[in-house]
């Protein structure tokens, strides 16, 4: 069965950091890129950071640039994004997500979420 159990989200004050996790099993997880995205109320769900499968290549919006770093442990099956300068507008439900593609499909597991508020 597959998961994906996102922890480490928060409330946390501008300015301030904040680690999430994403544990996955169920799959190979070094085959996959993961992904964080994340989606505020009222809005649609954004892709946030990327990482690859092979050789760790990483994506961020233009949001994240300078301030978020995501990150992966294939031998724990985890990957992390490490939100630094935590803004208001950063303020989302925050989901992990497993994509396995190749030419001729695409394979993608969600996990559960974890809220993020940034606020004084």
């Known amino acids: 069965q597959v998961q994906l159990v996102e922890s480490g989200g928060g409330l946390v004050q501008p300015g301030g950091s904040l680690r999430l996790s994403c544990t996955a099993s169920g799959f190979t997880f070094s085959y996959y890129a993961m992904s964080w995205y994340r989606q505020a109320p009222g809005k649609e769900r954004d892709l946030v950071a990327r990482?690859?499968?092979?050789?760790?290549?990483?994506t961020y919006a233009d949001s994240a640039k300078g301030r978020f770093t995501i990150s992966r442990d294939n031998a724990k099956t985890t990957v992390y994004l490490q939100m630094n300068s935590l803004e208001p507008e950063d303020t989302a439900v925050y989901y992990c997500?497993?994509?396995?593609?190749?030419?001729?499909?695409?394979?993608?597991?969600w996990g559960q979420g974890t809220q993020v508020t940034v606020s004084s």
């Open positions: 990482i690859s499968a092979v050789g760790g290549q990483t």
């Open positions: 997500c497993a994509t396995y593609q190749t030419w001729a499909r695409r394979l993608d597991y």
